[in-house]
């Protein structure tokens, strides 16, 4: 079983950056496609980021390209989503999660280990 923890998210205004972490215990880390999603009040959990084992291979929504980053460092098991130049657009509740596969995936159902989530509001 592999637990997450998200670190807190917080409230930044438009244009500002905030970096996210999760630390993973209960599984060999570096054996994970790691993602983020985020799902906002009334809409559909969605996929943000995700990044293969070693990190080499990272996949991101199109939303969000260029302006987020995830990275990871098996050596803490900690898995980071580092968002700039943010929008109102990406309020939101922020999971983090783990996928038991060799390929960098982003769908929800691929992934087996959810963290709590973790609030980020964006003011315009």
């Known amino acids: 079983q592999v637990q997450l923890v998200e670190s807190v998210g917080g409230l930044v205004q438009a244009g500002g950056s905030l970096r996210l972490s999760c630390a993973a215990s209960?599984?060999?880390?570096?054996?994970?496609?790691m993602g983020w999603f985020r799902q906002a009040p009334g809409r559909e959990r969605e996929f943000v980021a995700a990044?293969?084992?070693?990190?080499?291979?990272?996949y991101y929504a199109d939303s969000v390209k260029g302006r987020f980053t995830i990275s990871r460092d098996n050596a803490k098991n900690t898995v980071y989503l580092q968002m700039n130049s943010l929008k109102a657009a990406d309020t939101a509740v922020y999971y983090c999660a783990a996928a038991y596969r060799s390929i960098v995936v982003y769908t929800p159902a691929e992934y087996g280990y959810w963290g709590q989530g973790t609030q980020v509001t964006v003011s315009s």
């Open positions: 209960g599984g060999t880390f570096s054996r994970y496609t």
């Open positions: 990044t293969s084992w070693s990190g080499g291979t990272t």
